[in-house]
């Protein structure tokens, strides 16, 4: 069991780093335009992000809340070109865990984030693509991946349904951007022993125990010429269920 106090501080202390990078963000998104950066600008913005992310887990590190390993991630960062890295989602901080390892890489977001103050800043300077309207959204993906950038999206849409087992169905905007972008899926196997941030929990509530995550980079797929969406989407879900279905030392 996780000490309650040393949880209380370490959400306060958490909520000040949020304010205070969320602060720096927003002048930072109002200062790129200014310097006529265009691109560049876009690349320090995510820079900067995943040094705030960074941050934030030696956070959580050093309260003890969590554990966490990358396996593979070395593979990501040696790809060059546009890709799709595409993991699972059980919990809400997936993307913060993956963007701290993977520099350069623009994310797909729930457009209602966009609104919220603290993560307004940093999601702008880094280029983030909202989720709606759908076709908006991936125009700007495939854009983003011909250009030659990395692209977070997560093909459940959402984060996983507990009536969904390990999964949600994965969305079909996956395959549209993988078809005409002509970039591989790189698939991200996201394991965790706690429901801490998942679908229905309350950002307030605590965890009860020390959250452990594992992160594994699959091997990558490409839609095939000619192919089937449909069974692109199949052979993916496969994959997905094969790794997180097997046993595991997350406990």
């Not at 951007?177 to 998942?198: C, E």
Request: proline share 7%; aromatic share 10%.
């Amino acid at each position: 069991m996780l000490d309650r106090f040393r949880l209380i501080i370490a959400w306060i202390a958490c909520l000040v780093y949020w304010l205070a990078g969320g602060t720096a963000f927003l002048g930072l998104c109002l200062i790129l335009p200014l310097l006529s950066l265009k691109d560049r600008g876009r690349v320090i913005g995510q820079a900067a992000l995943r040094v705030a992310f960074r941050g934030f887990l030696r956070l959580l590190g050093l309260f003890g809340i969590v554990e966490y390993e990358f396996v593979g991630f070395d593979r990501l960062r040696a790809q060059s070109g546009g890709m799709i890295v595409a993991p699972n989602h059980p919990a809400l901080w997936d993307a913060v865990f993956v963007l701290s390892e993977v520099d350069q890489m623009a994310c797909v977001l729930k457009a209602s984030l966009m609104c919220n103050p603290i993560l307004f800043g940093g999601a702008t300077a880094a280029g983030f693509i909202p989720n709606e309207p759908a076709h908006r959204m991936l125009r700007q993906c495939i854009e983003t991946l011909k250009s030659g950038s990395r692209l977070l999206f997560f093909p459940e849409g959402t984060r996983t349904r507990p009536e969904n087992g390990v999964l949600n169905p994965i969305q079909g905007g996956l395959a549209i951007v993988a078809k005409n972008a002509g970039v591989p899926v790189w698939p991200v196997f996201v394991k965790t022993n706690s429901r801490y941030l998942s679908k229905g929990w309350p950002l307030w509530q605590l965890p009860t125990e020390k959250v452990r995550l594992q992160m594994t980079v699959g091997e990558p797929v490409t839609f095939p010429p000619g192919g089937d969406a449909q069974e692109f989407l199949v052979e993916l879900r496969q994959r997905y269920l094969t790794a997180l279905e097997s046993p595991s030392a997350i406990a």
